[in-house]
C-alpha cells in the first residue's frame, strides 16, 4: 500500500500567518486534511497540531516541511524527531534542503541517508548559530544603550540637589534617618533604595 504524503508547518506566534508555509508544502499533499499546523514557539513539544500529526502518520507515510527548524528550536530535538521518523519508516522530505526531496532507487536508502545526515548536522548547527547570535546582538545592544546613559526598564530617580550634604550629615549623626526623608520627600521605602544605589555608586567609584 502506497503512503500518504502529509505536510507540517507552523509559526512561532498567533500574530505570524503560515500562507507562505502554506503555498509552499499544498502541492505535495493530496488532501488539505493532510496538512497539520501550529502557532506555537518550538520550544514547545506538546503543540497540538504536531502532537495530532505523530498519531496520524503510519509507516511508508512521508512527510513535507518547508525548513528543517519547523520541527523544533534547538539541534537535539530536531535531531529527536527525524531518529523518530527514520525508525518508524517515515521519509522527511524538507523543501529547503533540495537533496532531502530527491527519491532513489530501492535499496540505495543509504545513499539519500548519509547526505541527509551530513547536511541537517550543518543546518541544525547554523539554525542554533544564528540564534545565539540574535541573543549576542541583544545584549550588545543593552550594553550599548546603558553605555549611553539610557536606562532600560523603570526610569531612575535622580538624586536631590542637597543629598550628599544630607546623607554625610546623617552618617555622622548630625540628623536622623526620618529628618533626611522628610527634607528630600521620599518615602522610606525609596529612600532606602536610594541609599543603597548612591552607596554601590561610591563603593564604584
Same mark, same amino acid.
Given at each position: 500500500?502506497?503512503?500518504?504524503?502529509?505536510?507540517?508547518?507552523?509559526?512561532?506566534?498567533?500574530?505570524?500567518?503560515?500562507?507562505?508555509?502554506?503555498?509552499?508544502?499544498?502541492?505535495?499533499?493530496?488532501?488539505?486534511?493532510?496538512?497539520?499546523?501550529?502557532?506555537?514557539?518550538?520550544?514547545?513539544?506538546?503543540?497540538?497540531?504536531?502532537?495530532?500529526?505523530?498519531?496520524?502518520?503510519?509507516?511508508?507515510?512521508?512527510?513535507?516541511?518547508?525548513?528543517?527548524?519547523?520541527?523544533?528550536?534547538? /539541534?537535539?530535538?530536531? !535531531?529527536? *524527531?527525524? $531518529?523518530?521518523?527514520?525508525? =518508524?519508516?517515515?521519509? %522527511?522530505?524538507?523543501?529547503? #534542503?533540495?537533496?532531502?526531496?530527491?527519491?532513489?532507487?530501492?535499496?540505495?536508502?543509504?545513499?539519500?541517508?548519509?547526505?541527509?545526515?551530513?547536511?541537517?548536522?550543518?543546518?541544525?548547527?547554523?539554525?542554533?548559530?544564528?540564534?545565539?547570535?540574535?541573543?549576542?546582538?541583544?545584549?550588545?545592544?543593552?550594553?550599548?544603550?546603558?553605555?549611553?546613559?539610557?536606562?532600560?526598564?523603570?526610569?531612575?530617580?535622580?538624586?536631590? /540637589?542637597?543629598?550628599? !550634604?544630607? *546623607?554625610? $550629615?546623617?552618617?555622622?549623626? =548630625?540628623?536622623?534617618? %526620618?529628618?533626611?526623608?522628610? #527634607?528630600?520627600?521620599?518615602?522610606?521605602?525609596?529612600?532606602?533604595?536610594?541609599?543603597?544605589?548612591?552607596?554601590?555608586?561610591?563603593?564604584?567609584?
Amino acid at each position: 500500500m502506497t503512503g500518504i504524503n502529509f505536510a507540517y508547518m507552523r509559526v512561532s506566534t498567533k500574530e505570524q500567518n503560515l500562507d507562505r508555509q502554506y503555498e509552499a508544502l499544498k502541492g505535495y499533499v493530496t488532501d488539505e486534511k493532510y496538512i497539520y499546523s501550529d502557532k506555537a514557539s518550538g520550544k514547545d513539544v506538546e503543540r497540538d497540531g504536531f502532537q495530532n500529526l505523530l498519531k496520524a502518520m503510519r509507516t511508508g507515510d512521508t512527510l513535507f516541511i518547508k525548513s528543517i527548524d519547523r520541527l523544533g528550536r534547538n /539541534k537535539q530535538q530536531i !535531531k529527536y *524527531y527525524l $531518529e523518530q521518523f527514520k525508525s =518508524e519508516g517515515i521519509r %522527511v522530505k524538507i523543501i529547503d #534542503l533540495p537533496t532531502t526531496m530527491q527519491d532513489v532507487p530501492e535499496g540505495q536508502d543509504w545513499v539519500i541517508d548519509m547526505i541527509n545526515n551530513i547536511i541537517i548536522e550543518v543546518y541544525t548547527s547554523m539554525a542554533e548559530q544564528e540564534r545565539e547570535n540574535i541573543k549576542q546582538r541583544q545584549s550588545e545592544g543593552i550594553a550599548v544603550a546603558k553605555s549611553k546613559g539610557k536606562h532600560l526598564g523603570r526610569p531612575m530617580v535622580e538624586l536631590p /540637589k542637597e543629598w550628599v !550634604k544630607l *546623607y554625610k $550629615e546623617w552618617k555622622a549623626g =548630625e540628623i536622623t534617618a %526620618v529628618a533626611f526623608m522628610n #527634607l528630600v520627600d521620599m518615602k522610606k521605602a525609596t529612600f532606602y533604595n536610594k541609599v543603597k544605589q548612591y552607596e554601590s555608586t561610591l563603593k564604584a567609584n
